[in-house]
């Protein structure tokens, strides 16, 4: 059944099925196909089917009528003519044809075949076999039309082959040239492009048949060019300057006649370019032939437009699909950049503030000593604004450093090195790093070291980042939560042997909704203060070394995440690397010995 | 001697609430702090305050309702309003609104806001 989908405007998504062979349409009530847009008449225009097909009609509507962006008065429409009334955007879908309809229950496809059907497989053919049939055979020469349409075929299957397989333009150009050498006997040849911001052709291929001075200039006539662009035709030139009644006797004799073929690369929508050939033929050989010199027929210049016809469409699909991924590509950087700058921004606000806080202090200072009078009260007040000016300055330094160090871990820049390391000293050191950070926001800092955690193979350095940004986000949740608590708690699991890191938080959890998109580059739900950066760094971490970050979350309860890898005990660890540095024996670092750094 | 003006402050970062805070109280202003626009809405009835100083890109969700409500209960109290950051469109229609884009001077902010202050204070003939 035809329709009308509202694809923009206020009944957007509206579907209004045609089934009457009229149809009003209009703002009233009394329209089968009533759109509540103000800028439609009451009685705009009618739909009356005309054959297989509705012909749209205005009813001299005051803001007219239009289909693909025409004006219309009358006008019978096709499937996916784009209707546009006052501000509504509709689509007109017209019958679908009786044979297009059940075709899946028309095949059946069937495991085995039913035993009636005797059908077998007789043959089978590789699919890059599939033009050996068309090669010429030696025992078809007296045919030779037979052997010349073969051949003609072979060319246009191995161009549709080559542009099947051929992702790189200049690649595919290049070879369809290559192809067509081998096919006719051309002295020279080139391809040209359009230039999609110039619009003038750019020579991609050229190339010459052995033998030829290949550093001799292809000229081609701006002419040929402009009427085979313009007209979007293929033509044969000589330059014989009158190819029937030419004179041996003459000039152009003893230079040769140059013929060329130019072809439009006609795609889709446009001309993409040229293909262009040319030979010259000799006098001797002219003499020769006895006058029929001409080596390019027209069977040449037809089968030269459906080759350039397939390389054109190559040629379009490749930029509409480089045109896409550049599209994707700037994007997301923009994306990036916009991420990072409001991120700098928020840093460099805080540096401001703090270095402004300094420069007060300073200058309060300054008054102080310059009275003369001793006032201490006065001189503390400003060494407390210097102070606190300082630890903010400090603060952001150690933003900009962590997210230096995301961005280099996220960027591939640093590559992991694993070493012989005690997960209870890397996760200890965090734990003392974020105590400070932790009694700013009031919240209390739990660090449980593992009783018994045996030197693993693991990048300290990365892993370290990895724990303190899971760290930090539990304290920030903690944040405006009174009695907040992070514990981190270190574990080894000698049966399983996986070492794992459990950091858990009564903050404010991360709603059902943003738990699958928490570790999502530059996907925050920290405001301005995340960077986007820290989770998706953390389980690039662990995920380089073969672990996971399992995250439980509800909201208003808090949050659990879990930091696990497969332990890989220094013993065990592969040859190569263990030989190129130096070995620190288990014994040498006792597990557990770092309790004392917790704090709690 | 008029009572110090009051300032209320609507930013999710305690560090830029901290800094803007002891930088408006060496100019002998009173402050109160609050974490978001939706917090701001319910202070704003209780403790009216002179002006309000909202940092738009510290919410998490931007443009939420919250602001909204925040720039219309000022609107209706009159209370200038200076917002810091870029503010999504709602917000425009700010009845004595003020842009300030981010990253800003703390000077010329301070400047800003005392000029604010005072244009407020000869209209209400003080």
């Known amino acids: ?600 | 001697m008029p009572a110090p003006a009051r300032i209320l402050i609507v930013d999710s970062s305690a560090e830029s609430r901290d800094i803007l805070s002891t930088l408006l109280r060496r100019q002998g202003l009173e402050t109160i702090e609050t974490t978001g626009a939706v917090a701001a809405s319910l202070v704003l009835g209780q403790e009216d305050p002179d002006l309000i100083v909202y940092d738009a890109e510290s919410e998490s969700v931007p443009g939420c309702q919250g602001a909204l409500a925040l720039s219309r209960s000022a609107s209706r109290t009159a209370t200038p309003i200076v917002v810091l950051g870029t503010a999504s469109r709602d917000l425009s229609p700010l009845a004595s609104g003020q842009f300030v884009s981010k990253p800003y001077h703390y000077r010329p902010l301070i400047r800003r806001i005392e000029s604010l202050l005072e244009g407020r204070n000869k209209a209400s003939g003080w």
């Not at chain 1, 303190?468 to 009695?483: F, H, K």
């Not at chain 1, 399983?496 to 998109?517: F, M, Q, Y």
Request: proline share 4%; aromatic share 4%; net charge negative.
């Open chain 1, 1 to 600: 059944m035809a329709s009308l989908f509202v694809i923009q405007g206020s009944d957007q998504g509206t579907r209004f099925l045609l089934d009457e062979s009229v149809h009003s349409i209009g703002r009233t009530q009394n329209n089968s196909v009533r759109l509540h847009d103000t800028e439609i008449s009451r009685v705009h225009a009618e739909l009356v089917l005309h054959g297989n097909n509705y012909v749209l009609r205005d009813l001299g509507s005051s803001n007219g009528t239009y289909v693909n962006g025409q004006p219309a008065t009358e006008r019978e429409l096709v499937s996916g003519d784009q209707i546009q009334l006052g501000k509504s955007l509709m689509l007109y879908t017209g019958f679908v044809e009786e044979s297009h309809e059940d075709l899946a229950d028309k095949v059946d496809i069937v495991a085995q075949a039913a035993q009636n059907d005797e059908s077998r497989i007789v043959a089978a053919l590789r699919h890059s076999e599939g033009s050996d049939w068309l090669l010429p055979e030696a025992s078809d020469s007296s045919s030779p039309w037979i052997a010349r349409a073969r051949s003609n075929l072979q060319i246009m299957y191995r161009t549709a082959l080559a542009v099947s397989h051929t992702m790189d333009i200049d690649q595919l150009l290049a070879r369809i040239m290559e192809m067509i050498f081998e096919w006719v006997e051309a002295d020279r040849g080139c391809i040209m492009l359009k230039d999609s911001n110039t619009g003038s052709l750019v020579p991609k291929v050229r190339r010459h048949r052995r033998g030829i001075r290949s550093d001799e200039k292809i000229t081609i006539s701006k002419t040929i060019l402009d009427y085979v662009v313009d007209h979007q035709e293929g033509v044969l030139t000589s330059d014989a300057r009158d190819d029937k009644r030419w004179d041996p006797a003459k000039s152009i004799v003893k230079l040769g006649v140059r013929e060329a073929i130019c072809v439009p690369m006609q795609g889709r929508y446009n001309v993409v370019g040229v293909i262009y050939i040319d030979t010259s033929i000799t006098p001797q050989r002219m003499l020769m032939n006895d006058g029929k010199a001409n080596r390019f027929t027209e069977e040449h210049l037809r089968l030269m437009i459906a080759i350039a016809h397939q390389a054109a469409l190559a040629v379009e699909d490749t930029s509409y699909y480089k045109a896409m991924v550049q599209a994707e590509r700037l994007a997301a950087v923009g994306q990036t950049i916009a991420s990072l700058s409001h991120h700098i921004k928020n840093i460099l606000q805080g540096v401001r503030g703090g270095s402004y806080l300094i420069e007060l202090g300073l200058g309060d200072h300054d008054g102080v000593a310059g009275l003369g009078d001793h006032d201490d009260e006065k001189a503390k007040k400003a060494v407390d604004t210097i102070r606190k000016g300082w630890g903010i300055v400090e603060r952001n330094q150690q933003r900009i450093s962590s997210l230096v160090m995301d961005m280099l871990t996220f960027s591939k820049e640093r590559q992991p090195e694993p070493k012989p390391s005690d997960l209870n000293e890397v996760a200890g050191e965090v734990a003392e790093i974020m105590q400070a950070r932790a009694g700013e926001l009031g919240v209390e800092l739990c660090w449980l070291p593992a009783e018994e955690m045996p030197i693993l193979m693991f990048d300290p350095e990365a892993m370290n980042s990895a724990i303190l940004n899971v760290v930090t986000n539990a304290l920030d949740a903690c944040e405006d939560v009174e009695s907040g608590k992070v514990t981190v708690r270190a574990e080894y699991d000698p049966a399983d042997k996986v070492a794992r890191l459990t950091i858990e938080d009564n903050g404010a959890g991360i709603a059902p909704g943003d738990l699958e998109s928490i570790f999502n580059v530059f996907v925050s739900h920290k405001g301005g203060r995340g960077t986007g950066l820290g989770l998706p760094v953390s389980q690039k971490i662990l995920e380089e070394h073969g672990g996971q970050i399992l995250v439980e979350s509800e909201l208003g309860r808090g949050s659990r995440f879990i930091l696990e890898f497969p332990a890989n005990p220094q013993a065990e660890i592969r040859q190569e690397p263990a030989q190129s540095r130096p070995t620190i024996a288990s014994a040498d670092i006792p597990a557990g010995d770092l309790s004392d750094l917790s704090s709690h």
